[in-house]
């Protein structure tokens, strides 16, 4: 599966954007779907994870509360509603695609990832 991540951008603190990850070679039915980020000189970090089928959402306690995921069925693809962002949230973000249906933190549970896009929060 190929998936591409898009909707990122520059936006002040305290505004929102919502990234859209896009799969083709097959549908996510059955696979979990996750959403990490990394800036510069950090570790990937989890954000989000959602069983395709059932909807079911694990989130990082980071961003609880302020990031929700949803989905599109019929458009195969999967999005990041970032609300409240802050300067911290600068990063580039990714979405990956797990063969197993359960969500998960780890990176290496995920088999697919796309290219990121890049989100800038500005002060």
């Known amino acids: 599966v190929q998936l591409q991540a898009s909707g990122g951008g520059l936006v002040q603190a305290g505004g929102s954007l919502r990234l859209s990850c896009a799969a083709s070679?097959?549908?996510?039915?059955?696979?979990?779907v996750g959403w990490f980020r990394q800036a510069p000189g950090t570790e990937r970090e989890f954000l989000s994870a959602?069983?395709?089928?059932?909807?079911?959402?694990i989130y990082a306690n980071s961003v609880q509360g302020r990031f929700t995921n949803s989905k599109d069925n019929a458009k195969n693809t999967m999005y990041l509603q970032m609300n409240s962002l802050k300067p911290e949230d600068t990063a580039v973000y990714y979405c990956?695609?797990?063969?197993?249906?359960?969500?998960?933190?780890?990176?290496?549970?995920?088999?697919?990832w796309g290219r990121g896009t890049l989100v800038t929060v500005s002060s």
């Open positions: 959602t069983r395709w089928n059932s909807g079911y959402t």
């Open positions: 990956a695609a797990k063969i197993s249906p359960g969500g998960s933190p780890m990176n290496s549970d995920y088999a697919y």
């Open positions: 070679g097959r549908t996510f039915n059955g696979l979990a």
